[in-house]
């Protein structure tokens, strides 16, 4: 019978650590961690994702800040707010909401950033950081998927694991990730042949192709580690709102041959939060250092 790995559960106690670190700074007079969230349009999706986060950040103690910036700001406007909260001292972690409208303008945002406040760790510096293993902010996604296998003490070294998709966000630093932890890594991409052969072989699997419920459970190992990394909002006539949350896998009746799986909703999305507010303590703590 395979078991869950309960990303919901594993955020919540994240968070709960987190809150007691910022609880023991406010103890003892010393500042908490500054998250500012700049959003730049209106685009629905992007503004429940920035309320989360912002809702998140103000759970666990740390000073919250929302920028919102008309759907037709310019570059040097997006650029110039970031420069001010680089200079904030009370601010610590900057993220700016991707997409932008103009997307043209993204590279150039991101790389205005301070990397010492890239919570998201999308500046070049700290992605050559992350790739040569020196100490870094550790992008959110795949971070929340090693930490949710670590927390259940799943085995990742000398496992095959398969990650599916290469964008620069998820399907890259996952598989430096697991190469880290000492995985055999095959990174699948829409180009690769034969992926269901690629998955049957695979020990750990991780979806992240963008694509409903394009992997089936009937072509997962018996006994495998399987991550859904895939987000997608559905119609479902007989959901209560009409549509539903679902994944990149489509388990069906395969789950019981698994030995872990995360479920969509619950899985790998809870744990993207709480990876954010680590790396905005981790960002306070080294700020704060440096400047003792
Ligand atoms: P993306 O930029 O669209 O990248 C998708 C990747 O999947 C690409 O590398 C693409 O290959 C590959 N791919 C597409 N179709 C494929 C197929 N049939 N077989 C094998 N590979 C295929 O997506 P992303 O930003 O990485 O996000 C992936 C998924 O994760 C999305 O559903 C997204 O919503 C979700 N997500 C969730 C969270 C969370 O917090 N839970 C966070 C971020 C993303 P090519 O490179 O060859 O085009």
Redesign the pocket.
Known sequence: MAQILDGKKVSSDIRSEIKSAVSAFIAKGEPVPGLAVIIVGDDPASKVYVSQKKKNAEEVGFHSEEIKLPHNASRNQIISEIQRLNNNSAIHGILVQMPLPDQSDQQAVIEAISPRKDVDAFHPVNQGKFLIGIDSFLPC?PAGVIELLKRYLVEISGKKALV????N???KPMSLLLLRENATVTI?????KN?ESEISDSDIVVA????PH?IKGEWLKKGAVVVD????RIDDPNAPKGTKLVG?IDYGNYTDKLAWYSPVPGG??PM?IAMLLSNTLKARNDLCRKTV
């Open positions: 996604t599916i998709g290469r964008s966000i998820v399907g699948a991409h829409s180009k690769t992926l992240a192709l963008g694509k394009a990394v895939g987000m997608h990149d790998v999305g993207t």
